[in-house]
């Protein structure tokens, strides 16, 4: 467990940070982006549930706690002496979220436009949660080009931003209340 007595350190002042194997890296470093923006997923859940029945809280409170392990994952690197014993996610994490959105996704009624994010506001959160959830995928995808990267980290947050997506559908009553996006409705 961590504990923490002190919480600012003035480590970071000359704008830099230290990753999980304590190596020192600048704070726009495309690590800390990546890490920092499945931060900001995070965040974006934990306002998601505000609006959510119990069940769908607890979900999400999950995905939380999963996505500190991403966290924990990638600012890590995997090529790093100090990297052995690292937190990772693992294919079970995946899978996990795969099975919810077969689950969830069952019930719902076929898509037959594309959503615009809205309906209630449980599904609005959900969808800001998603996009947020799709940056940080962009970012951990580019990282992956120039470093070594966990590809179940890669795959979790792929996995993450469709469950977010279906559970938005789901909060918008079964999709019957999805904003339905109108090609040219507006020309």
């Given at each position: 467990?961590?504990?923490?007595?002190?919480?600012?350190t003035k480590g970071g002042d000359g704008g830099e940070t230290?990753?999980?194997?304590?190596?020192?890296?600048?704070?726009?470093?495309?690590?800390?982006?990546?890490?920092?923006?499945?931060?900001?997923?995070?965040?974006?859940?934990?306002?998601?549930?505000?609006?959510?029945?119990?069940?769908?809280?607890?979900?999400?409170?999950?995905?939380?706690?999963?996505?500190?392990?991403?966290?924990?994952?990638?600012?890590?690197?995997?090529?790093?002496?100090?990297?052995?014993?690292?937190?990772?996610?693992?294919?079970?994490?995946?899978?996990?979220?795969?099975?919810?959105?077969?689950?969830?996704?069952?019930?719902?009624?076929?898509?037959?436009?594309?959503?615009?994010?809205?309906?209630?506001?449980?599904?609005?959160?959900?969808?800001?949660?998603?996009?947020?959830?799709?940056?940080?995928?962009?970012?951990?995808?580019?990282?992956?080009?120039?470093?070594?990267?966990?590809?179940?980290?890669?795959?979790?947050?792929?996995?993450?931003?469709?469950?977010?997506?279906?559970?938005?559908?789901?909060?918008?009553?079964?999709?019957?209340?999805?904003?339905?996006?109108?090609?040219?409705?507006?020309?």
């Open positions: 467990m961590v504990k923490l007595t002190r919480i600012y230290s990753l999980g194997d304590g190596s020192r890296v600048a704070k726009h470093d495309r690590r800390v982006a990546a890490y920092g923006t499945v931060d900001e997923a995070n965040a974006a859940i934990g306002l998601a549930r505000l609006h959510v029945d119990r069940e769908t809280d607890s979900l999400l409170a999950r995905i939380q706690n999963d996505l500190f392990d991403l966290g924990a994952d990638l600012c890590t690197p995997e090529d790093s002496k100090r990297s052995a014993g690292a937190l990772r996610v693992v294919p079970d994490q995946v899978a996990w979220l795969e099975s919810q959105i077969d689950r969830i996704n069952e019930a719902l009624s076929p898509l037959e436009s594309f959503i615009l994010p809205g309906g209630t506001p449980a599904a609005a959160h959900l969808h800001l949660a998603r996009t947020v959830t799709r940056r940080a995928e962009r970012l951990v995808t580019e990282l992956a080009v120039e470093q070594t990267v966990n590809p179940q980290a890669i795959a979790y947050l792929n996995r993450l931003s469709d469950l977010l997506f279906v559970l938005s559908r789901a909060c918008n009553d079964g999709g019957a209340s999805d904003v339905l996006w109108v090609p040219g409705a507006n020309r």
